[in-house]
C-alpha cells in the first residue's frame, strides 16, 4: 500500500501549496502584478516564528497570527508607498520593482541570517499517527489544516466581506467598481496586504515541515507560479485545487523517478500546462 502513503503525502503537502500560492493569485489576478517578492516574504515569515519559538517560546502556531497582522501592514505600506504609483504602467515594470525589491529583502536576509540553513524543531514533538498502513506526521497534518483553514479565510473574506465584494468587483473591472464609489487605490493596498499576510503567515507552517534559508525563497516563489497555472488564476478554489495536483504529482514523481527530479516533473507539467491548457483546470479564460 505504498501508493497510499504517497498520495497521502501529496494531499498535505498540497494543503501547505495552495496556501503559499493563494496570495501570489490574490495579487497577480486583482492587481495585474507579479509580486516577485512573494517567496522572500514566505521566507521571512518562517524566520519569525523560528526566532519567536527559539527565544521566546512564542509557539508556531500562535506566530501565524502575530506574522499575519505584521505582514498585511507590510503589504499595505508597500503597495501604498511604492507599487500604487505605478500600477498602471506595464506589467514588466512592476515586475522590475518586485523583483529589486525581493533583492533587497533577500539580501537583507543573507547578511542577518546568513545562508545556512535551521530547522524549527518542536519540543515536545508531536509525533505521528497510525491510520492502517498510512504513517501521517502530526506536525504536517495540522499544518496542512491551518493551511487550509487560511485559504478558507481569504475565500470568506473575498465572497461574504464588503471589502472582498469590493476586490472582487476591482478585479472584474476598476473603472466601473470606480464609478461605484470604489477608492480602487484603497482596494489595492488592501489586496497587496491580504497578499503578503498569506505568503507570511504560511511561513511558521513551512519552518515546522522544511529547512529555512533565504535560499528557498525562488523555490517557494516557483511553486507558487506552477500552483496558478496549474489550477488557473482567478479564484481561491483553482488554487486549492493546483496545489493538490502539484502535491500528489512531486509526491509520486519522488517515488517513481527519486526526490531529485520531483521539481523537474512539477516544471515540465507546468510546461504541458501553458502549451495545451493555459487557463488551468478552473481558470476563466480572458481572464486578466
Not at 500500500?1 to 495552495?18: F, K, S
Not at 502575530?66 to 508597500?78: M, R
Not at 536576509?109 to 504513517?135: C, E, I, K, S, Y
Not at 516563489?221 to 489550477?231: D, H, I, P, S, T
Given at each position: ?10 494531499l ?20 495585474n ?52 504609483r ?8 512592476t ?10 529583502l ?12 535551521r ?14 498502513p498510512v ?5 504536517r ?5 491551518l ?18 465584494r469590493?476586490?472582487?468587483a ?16 484603497r ?15 504560511s511561513?511558521?507552517l ?12 525562488p523555490?517557494?516563489l516557483g ?9 488557473g ?11 493538490i495536483?502539484l ?11 527519486g ?14 500546462f ?8 478552473l ?6
Amino acid at each position: 500500500m505504498l501508493w497510499l502513503q504517497v498520495l497521502t503525502n501529496g494531499l498535505m503537502l498540497g494543503g501547505l501549496y495552495a496556501c503559499i500560492a493563494a496570495g501570489f493569485s490574490l495579487v497577480w489576478g486583482v492587481l495585474n502584478v507579479i509580486n516577485i517578492l512573494h517567496g522572500s516574504m514566505i521566507v521571512l515569515g518562517a524566520y519569525i516564528a523560528f526566532f519567536a519559538y527559539t527565544l521566546w517560546g512564542i509557539h508556531p502556531f500562535a506566530s501565524i497570527v502575530i506574522v499575519g497582522v505584521l505582514f498585511f501592514g507590510i503589504g499595505y505600506l508597500i503597495q501604498a508607498s511604492m507599487i500604487n504609483r505605478m500600477i498602471a504602467a506595464p506589467v514588466l515594470l512592476t515586475l522590475t520593482l518586485t523583483f529589486g525589491l525581493d533583492l533587497m529583502l533577500n539580501n537583507a536576509m543573507l547578511v542577518a541570517f546568513t545562508a545556512d540553513f535551521r530547522q524549527l524543531v518542536l519540543d515536545p514533538p508531536l509525533g505521528v499517527m497510525t491510520l492502517g498502513p498510512v504513517v501521517v506526521p502530526v506536525d504536517r497534518l495540522v499544518a496542512m489544516a491551518l493551511a487550509l483553514a487560511l485559504t478558507g479565510f481569504l475565500y470568506l473574506v473575498l465572497s461574504r466581506s464588503r471589502v472582498g465584494r469590493a476586490i472582487v468587483a476591482v478585479r472584474m473591472d476598476r473603472w466601473a467598481a470606480a464609478l461605484m464609489g470604489v477608492d480602487v487605490r484603497r482596494i489595492y493596498a488592501i489586496t497587496f496586504g491580504l497578499g503578503t499576510l498569506m505568503a507570511g503567515a504560511s511561513g511558521p507552517l513551512l519552518a515546522m515541515i522544511f529547512p529555512i534559508s533565504p535560499l528557498t525563497a525562488p523555490a517557494y516563489l516557483g511553486k507558487a507560479f506552477v500552483v496558478c497555472v496549474l489550477g488557473g488564476l482567478g479564484s481561491v478554489p483553482a488554487v486549492i485545487v493546483g496545489g493538490i495536483v502539484l502535491g500528489i504529482v512531486e509526491s509520486f514523481a519522488a517515488l517513481w523517478f527519486g526526490p531529485e527530479h520531483a521539481i523537474t516533473v512539477s516544471f515540465a507539467l507546468l510546461i504541458l500546462f501553458l502549451i495545451f491548457r493555459p487557463t488551468g483546470l478552473l481558470g476563466k479564460k480572458g481572464f486578466e
